[in-house]
């Protein structure tokens, strides 16, 4: 079932310009033969140079908003598909007057149309939908055609950090991560009943623990 569009959604979303970067653009916009969209740059959207970290599939925003909250230093990017979703963490971020996080709307398959190689530090994969079903492996967030897309838009130290209480999503990944030239580190199988430290709690995290589900956690890197 389709989500109901919320009352005045257009409106909402260009009453929070000063945090919305726009829509990716997609197949469409190339079928249609639109001018390509102005490439992110962080000395124009943050007055900056400070590094740059993303979110793919922000939801809400509470976990890109609290980042950008306690390191200040740092410039955030959110990416969300769902308009209906998103306008809620752009008008928290825009009514807490929180500087250093930006979002897009669209799709991850997009990412380079806007984002140049190198550009960002550190990728973050929050609770992504795992598509159970097989026909839908080449929509999870790390299938090899996602995977060279990071790695192409992080930096040569870049890295990603993937949170998910699916089991069958995180031994995927693992393969996948394995399969593509990329190394692992900090893989737990019980993100917090272990050792690593810092985490901050998303929505459907927080949910999850509450029921008493354990959150797979990994960090992968390309191999040197």
Known sequence: ?????KRHLDERLEQCSTVNLGWLPDYSA???GDPPMEKFNVQKVFGNTNPVRLEIGCGKGRFIQQLAEENPDINYLALEQTPNVLITAMERTRDSGIKNLRYYAGKAE?????LSPSSVDLIYLNFSCPYPKESYA???LTHPLFLRIYASILSPDGYIKQKTDNQRLFEF???NFSQNGWSLRNVSLDLHNSKITGNIMTEYEERFTKMGLPIYYLEAFIKK
Do not use: A, F, T
Request: aromatic fraction near 6%.
């Open 1 to 5: 079932m389709r989500m109901r569009k």
């Open 30 to 32: 190339d079928l249609r």
């Open 110 to 114: 997009y990412l380079e149309k806007v």
């Open 138 to 140: 080449k929509h999870r």
């Open 173 to 175: 990944s693992i393969e």
